[in-house]
Nanobody, 123 residues
Framework: QVQLVESGGGSVQAGGSLRLSCTVS?????????MGWFRQATGKERELVAL????????SYADSVKGRFTIFPDSAKNTVSLQMDHLTPEDTAMYYC???????????????WGQGTQVTVSS
């Protein structure tokens, strides 16, 4: 019932940047859940990219994006954003905003998902 709405996807060349944003319809959910981003490339399994507890911070990242991606909250807007820099073609995927009560990398553990936004990186 809680809605997560993503924006910011698109097509860029390698080395470029994009910023994804996720707006959460419920302030309660925003304040009591871990918020993060999964991605799924064609033919591959979903991968947790970044995770944060918006009310306290403490972000976590997949090794594949450390040093290039930054997740950060804006409590005034009930949003969680993912700044993606130095993009490579391997970052091409559908990106999904998620919310859940447990800190885990398992996609099935998250109860709330956005519709997804496509990121395409060309060489």
């Amino acid at each position: 019932q809680v809605q997560l709405v993503e924006s910011g996807g698109g097509s860029v060349q390698a080395g470029g940047s994009l910023r994804l944003s996720c707006t959460v319809s419920s302030t309660y959910t925003y304040n009591t859940n871990y918020m993060g981003w999964f991605r799924q490339a064609t033919g591959k399994e979903r991968e947790l990219v970044a995770l944060i507890y918006p009310s306290t911070g403490d972000p976590s990242y997949a090794d594949s994006v450390k040093g290039r991606f930054t997740i950060f909250p804006d409590s005034a807007k009930n949003t969680v954003s993912l700044q993606m820099d130095h993009l490579t073609p391997e970052d091409t995927a559908m990106y999904y905003c998620v919310a859940g009560r447990s800190l885990t990398t398992r996609a099935t553990a998250y109860s709330n998902w956005g519709q997804g936004t496509q990121v395409t990186v060309s060489s």
